[in-house]
């Protein structure tokens, strides 16, 4: 299914609630750790993106993110792919000197249509996504980025007033063996039929409800956490070990 598929016959008002449709894309990887999004309430648009680059050779790290409430055309691009790679993902930045341009070798990925108090909303994610391009920061050299990605793509027809947290991230186990993971509690979190998943070499399983701790900790023994991106280690949901993950977490209160 796609967004248009479940939006088909319903307007930018349903049963009273205006329409949230929203595409973001938030890649991790050594070089380069971003997010960008675009998001629609109602006729209203929106975009923002956040750009992290680590200290490298005793230099400072890279911080520069931009949220506009009137988006202009051209500082954030989010293409949506076709599975397969037949037609690549693009996620494209032209904003405050950045210049960001990456290939999404997109996936099938997991969809769950979920109830939502009269209404009901729609999903589909996917994660260890391979994001290839390249990065230009003040007009420098590029920068190649080779990294993997998540993406949410969303549309639903919530309540005023939703309260969410959230956490995606890529990484691997102690073997080596390619984890990612998509969890969430606060919405499309009925006990199944959910968004939440576990990805083990590349397969993804849906796993139990889960909790989310007053530190924005998650089932995860430990995080170290900065701005909208963070490192991972212990265990996820299932008892999986993560050796080693990179990914976000976030805490949303929403009145819309």
Same mark, same amino acid.
């Given at each position: 299914?796609?967004?248009? $598929?479940?939006?088909?016959? $319903?307007?930018?008002?349903?049963?009273?609630?205006?329409?949230?449709?929203?595409? *973001?894309?938030?890649?991790?990887?050594?070089?380069?750790?971003?997010?960008?999004?675009? =998001?629609?309430?109602?006729?209203?648009?929106?975009?923002?993106?956040?750009?992290?680059?680590?200290?490298?050779?005793? #230099? $400072?790290?890279?911080?520069?993110?931009?949220?506009?409430?009137?988006?202009?055309?051209?500082?954030?691009?989010?293409?949506?792919?076709?599975?397969?790679?037949?037609?690549?993902?693009?996620?494209?930045?032209?904003?405050?000197? =950045?210049?960001?341009?990456?290939?999404?070798?997109?996936?099938?990925? /997991?969809?769950?249509?979920?109830?939502?108090?009269?209404?009901?909303?729609?999903?589909?994610?996917?994660? +260890?996504?391979?994001?290839?391009?390249?990065?230009?920061?003040?007009?420098?050299?590029?920068?190649?980025?080779?990294?993997?990605?998540? /993406?949410?793509?969303?549309?639903?027809?919530?309540?005023?007033?939703?309260?969410?947290?959230?956490?995606? +991230?890529? #990484?691997?186990?102690?073997?080596?063996?390619?984890?990612?993971?998509?969890?969430?509690? +606060?919405?499309?979190?009925?006990?199944?039929?959910?968004?939440?998943?576990?990805?083990?070499?590349?397969?993804?399983?849906?796993?139990?409800?889960?909790?989310?701790?007053?530190?924005?900790?998650?089932?995860?023994?430990?995080?170290? *956490?900065?701005? %909208?991106?963070?490192?991972?280690?212990?265990? %996820?949901?299932? +008892?999986?070990?993560?050796?080693?993950?990179?990914?976000?977490?976030?805490?949303?209160?929403?009145?819309?």
């Amino acid at each position: 299914m796609t967004a248009e $598929r479940f939006l088909a016959g $319903r307007g930018i008002l349903h049963r009273g609630r205006p329409l949230k449709r929203w595409r *973001y894309v938030g890649v991790f990887g050594e070089q380069l750790m971003c997010c960008a999004a675009q =998001v629609q309430i109602g006729p209203a648009r929106q975009t923002f993106w956040a750009v992290h680059l680590p200290a490298a050779g005793g #230099g $400072r790290s890279v911080e520069r993110e931009h949220t506009r409430l009137l988006p202009r055309r051209g500082e954030v691009e989010l293409r949506e792919g076709s599975p397969g790679g037949v037609l690549p993902g693009v996620l494209r930045i032209r904003d405050l000197g =950045v210049e960001l341009e990456l290939e999404l070798s997109e996936q099938a990925g /997991i969809e769950a249509r979920c109830p939502n108090g009269r209404s009901e909303s729609w999903t589909r994610k996917q994660a +260890g996504v391979p994001a290839r391009g390249e990065l230009r920061l003040d007009g420098g050299a590029p920068l190649a980025i080779d990294a993997l990605a998540v /993406i949410d793509d969303s549309a639903g027809y919530h309540a005023r007033r939703t309260e969410w947290r959230w956490s995606a +991230g890529v #990484g691997h186990a102690p073997d080596g063996m390619p984890l990612a993971w998509n969890l969430v509690s +606060g919405i499309n979190d009925p006990a199944s039929g959910s968004e939440r998943a576990v990805w083990v070499d590349g397969v993804p399983h849906e796993v139990a409800p889960v909790e989310f701790s007053r530190r924005d900790n998650l089932l995860i023994v430990s995080s170290d *956490y900065r701005a %909208l991106f963070g490192s991972f280690s212990g265990a %996820l949901p299932g +008892g999986i070990e993560l050796a080693q993950g990179r990914g976000v977490m976030e805490h949303h209160r929403a009145r819309w």
